[in-house]
Structures are given as structure tokens and as C-alpha cells.
């Protein structure tokens, strides 16, 4: 099993930046997919961004320009770089992992605590 910890949440003004960070506690290589998902009150969770173990991003419409996830496997942690931030992108962020079960033929997905990232007009 994997444990992920997101870290860098706060309070920034409109149009400024912050960068989360995600931390495993195994090798990430080993993650088939990695990615931050969000949810703000009241709204369902939705992706925004993921990486794979071969390097390949997808973001959500809503963040594609302004957003950029990367990964430092040597560290064993995810980044989400958040530039040009708005109001709409207040929202609990979460850290998700996907590798392959041990047990199953199947895969196995591991969730952060979640960290609060809070967007002023």
C-alpha cells in the first residue's frame, strides 16, 4: 500500500500562484497514474490534472494554460504548479494515486487527506 500526503495549501489573492506538493511514501515509479483531483463546497470532486509513469499529462478544461502537474521521482512527490488563480478554483485539493493490486488483477487507488487551497477576489 501507498500513503500520499498533499502539502502547500493557504490563502492567496486572484491572479496570484501556489504550488502543491504530494509526497508518497514508496517509489512513484511504481504508480501507474498520479493525479490531483478537487472539490469545492458544495460540488462534486473533479479531476484537474493527472501524470503517468511515463511522463503523459491531461488536465481539465478549466485549468489547462494555468496549471501544470510535474513529478520528481527522486523525491517521490507530485507537484501541482496553480498560477493565474481565480476565485472558482477555492476548493479542497486531493492527491491521488492508481497502482497495479497485489492481491487482484486489478488496480488498487489511494487518496490524500486533502489540502485546502482558498482563492480572494
Known amino acids: 500500500q501507498v500513503q500520499l500526503v498533499e502539502s502547500g495549501g493557504g490563502l492567496v489573492q486572484a491572479g496570484g500562484s501556489r504550488r502543491l506538493s504530494c509526497s508518497a511514501s514508496?517509489?512513484?515509479?511504481?504508480?501507474?497514474?498520479m493525479g490531483w483531483y478537487r472539490q469545492a463546497p458544495g460540488k462534486q470532486r473533479e479531476l484537474v490534472a493527472t501524470?503517468?509513469?511515463?511522463?503523459?499529462?491531461n488536465y481539465a478544461d478549466s485549468v489547462r494554460g494555468r496549471f501544470t502537474i510535474s513529478r520528481d521521482n527522486a523525491k517521490n512527490t507530485v507537484y501541482l504548479q496553480m498560477s493565474s488563480l481565480k476565485p472558482e478554483d477555492t476548493a479542497v485539493y486531493y492527491c491521488?494515486?492508481?497502482?497495479?493490486?497485489?492481491?487482484?488483477?486489478?488496480?488498487?487507488?489511494?487518496w490524500g487527506q486533502g489540502t485546502q487551497v482558498t482563492v480572494s477576489s
Open positions: 514508496r517509489s512513484i515509479v511504481s504508480i501507474a497514474i
Open positions: 501524470i503517468t509513469s511515463g511522463g503523459s499529462t
Open positions: 491521488n494515486g492508481k497502482i497495479p493490486s497485489p492481491s487482484t488483477a486489478g488496480w488498487d487507488i489511494y
